[in-house]
Structure formats: C-alpha cells, structure tokens
C-alpha cells in the first residue's frame, strides 16, 4: 500500500539522512523548503526524479497542504540532483498494466497535473536537466517554466508505443500550438531548452546556478499581488485559453487506455527496460486494430441524430431500421432544430446541472486532489472513500 511505503515528513532545512542503500526508503519523496512567502518542492527520486505513484500521491499531498496555508503565496517545484527535473513515468510500474490499469494510472496522473493548474497559488516550475515524458506535462501543469541552460524537454512516449497520458496532448498543444505539438509528439525526438523557449512553452533560460533563485525571485514577486486577484487572473487565463480542457484529457485517457492492449505497447515497453532497440509488429495490413479508436468508427451525426429521435418516438432499439419514414430527414449535421427535438427531453435543468458539474470538476483543486489520492488511501493525506467508481476521475 501507498500509506505504508509513505515517508517520513522531513524538509530540506533538515540534517540529511545517510544515503546508504539500505536506507534509501527512510526519506520523503518530496522535500520541502520555505523561503518567506515560497514554498519550494523538491522531487526526490534518485537518480532522475521517476514518477512512481508514490511520488504523485506525495506530490499531490504537499500541493494540498501548502494551497490551504495561507502563509504560501506560490509554489516552486523542481528536482533533486543534478541529472533531472524529472525523467518521467515509472516503465516498471506500467509494462504490466491492462487496459484498465493504464486508465486508472493515466486518471492519476491527470488528476495531480490538474491539482497544479488549479490550485489558487501561481506555481513555477524550475526545469534542469531531462524533463521527458510524465516529467514535461506535470511541468506544462505549471504557470511559469523556468529552464536552466542544460535543460532538455520531450515527450517519448511514441517510442514506447503510447502517447502522453497525464494531459500533455492537451497541454502542450495549448502552449505550442498543433504542428510543433505533433512534431514533439509524434517524433518523440529531445528538445533543448533554446528550442522549448522558442516554440513558447518556457518563460525563461537561466544559468543552472541561477535557477532556483531565478523561480523563488518570480515567487517572491507574484507574492506581492493581491492573493485572491492572482487566482482569479490564473483561473481566467485558464479558461480562455482551453475552456474544453475536461474533455480533451478525457480523449487522451481512453486513447492512452487502448493503446494498453497493443503490441507496440508491450514491446516497446520491454524494450526500454531491457535497453534495446524496439521491433515494433508490422501493422501496415492492420490486422490487429481495436474497433474503440476513433479512426475505426468515427461515427456518422446524421445517422446518431435520427436513431437518437426514432428511439425516442418508439421505444429503445439496438438496431432501428436504416430509412423509415418514421426517422426524421437531417439536411446537415449542424441541422439545430432537427437535433434539438432528439435532444428535447433531457430538459434545461439536466442541462445546467450538467454544466455545473463540469466547471465544478474543472476548477475545483480540491476536487482533483480527491481524484489524486483516492486509490489507493495515502496516510494523512486520505479523503474519506465513498461510493464513486474508483477508476473514474471525479
């Protein structure tokens, strides 16, 4: 259990432990420094700062307590050592997961990058070293990049036969825009901090010496805002600039999911951790695609709208006739008038709670923070189970 393998609370102010091996599980996973009005977090997971769940669910945890402090006005998050901000997802965790598993995984992953970018405090991230993968979209989460020069950014994920699945489709297309998003995507290929600044997905490039004091500076200066103003400004830039967030990460996860049962997934995967060249199964003949994505069946507006408005004069129907007289005539799939009759039963109210629900999970930190600690129980940072699915984010 994550409750049992949690560390001891100790924060980088601290005398250090011995590093001896057989100590290595004495210490936190995420080390914690003040300085004034910030709150530093420090990855540690020697010796690239990997994202166990452990590590997320301890993440998520420290986020919590320092957004309900109201003596933190931000967050700095950075790594330890001097290999990595983070190298991202744990492979050993993941190479055996099914389908369901990698959902519930990719859930949790979302769910602390969401914690990030909803949280109340402005939260900059200070990047040295790899930070691929897991490590890039828990960065993206972020309000502020800050890169030191020997920085190095990527989303392998194509190189192992899956995508990225904490939110970094969603994300990093926001910040970069759709054809540099598919050229880091697709290609899988490293990128030096100068490029990253340049597509626009940093705010800066310090010195490596410079960095943390370069983070705590932009800190120290956010903390001199208006507390409840800076939320309100880091929430409106949120939704203007990707109001469907919830979801785009909804996609990405059941993409991320099905991608679980392929054999790329699994040689790749394995390949990787036993540090050779992937042989990927030739596919060309796509013998064994999975009807579930999307390019399968993308589905027909027309057809969904008049089998949803026959369904509705006549009863459930897995299979209503093609072209009745009965199935009404659609002229295009933005016929409003024609869908709205399909849709006319579920009612305004169903709808604004609908939409309220949304926003609610959307921008609730708390409610992410829930979806980020709930499977398992993590300690002190519990929330009480109750009787939600465990495998979907709330």
Not at 6 to 33: C, K, M, N, Q
Not at 187 to 207: F, S, W, Y
């Amino acid at each position: 259990m994550a409750a049992a393998r949690r560390r001891s609370a100790r924060t980088l102010s601290e005398p250090a432990r011995p590093t001896a091996a057989a100590d290595a599980d004495a210490g936190p996973l995420v080390l914690v420094e003040r300085r004034g009005p910030v709150a530093i977090l420090t990855l540690n997971n020697p010796p690239v700062n990997i994202f166990t769940t452990a590590v997320l669910e301890e993440l998520a945890g420290q986020v919590l307590e320092l957004s309900e402090d109201p003596s933190v006005r931000a967050l700095v998050l950075t790594g330890a050592g001097d290999k990595a901000f983070s190298g991202g997802a744990d492979i050993k965790e993941m190479v055996r997961m099914d389908r369901e598993e990698a959902s519930r995984h990719s859930a949790k992953g979302q769910a602390v990058a969401n914690l990030l970018e909803r949280s109340p405090l402005p939260v900059i991230a200070a990047v040295h070293g790899f930070c691929l993968g897991g490590g890039s979209e828990i960065s993206q989460a972020c309000d502020f990049i800050i890169a030191a020069d020997n920085a190095v950014f990527g989303q392998p994920e194509i190189n192992i036969g899956v995508i990225p699945g904490w939110g970094g489709s969603r994300r990093l297309t926001r910040a970069i825009g759709a054809a540099r998003a598919r050229d880091w995507i697709m290609t899988g290929e490293k990128v030096p901090a100068e490029k990253a600044l340049q597509d626009g997905l940093i705010h800066k490039i310090v010195p490596r010496a410079k960095l943390l004091d370069e983070a705590v500076a932009l800190g120290e200066k956010l903390a001199t805002k208006p507390a409840v103003a800076l939320a309100a400004c880091k929430y409106a830039v949120n939704q203007a600039s990707d109001a469907s967030r919830l979801m785009g990460l909804e996609y990405e996860r059941e993409l991320w999911g099905l991608l679980f049962e392929t054999e790329d997934q699994k040689e790749g995967m394995r390949a990787f951790l036993e540090k050779r060249p992937a042989n990927f199964p030739d596919q060309r003949d796509w013998t064994r695609r999975k009807p579930e994505f999307p390019w399968e069946s993308p589905g027909n507006p027309l057809e969904s709208a008049r089998v949803l408005a026959y369904q509705r004069s006549n009863g459930p129907s897995p299979s209503p006739p093609r072209s009745p007289a009965s199935l009404p005539t659609l002229k295009s799939p933005y016929d409003v008038m024609a869908l709205a009759e399909a849709y006319r039963d579920a009612g305004q109210r169903a709808f604004d709670t609908f939409f309220a629900l949304m926003r609610s999970a959307s921008d609730s930190y708390r409610t992410w923070t829930q979806a980020a600690l709930r499977d398992p129980p993590m300690g002190r940072y519990a929330r009480p189970r109750t009787s939600e699915r465990a495998d979907a984010p709330r």
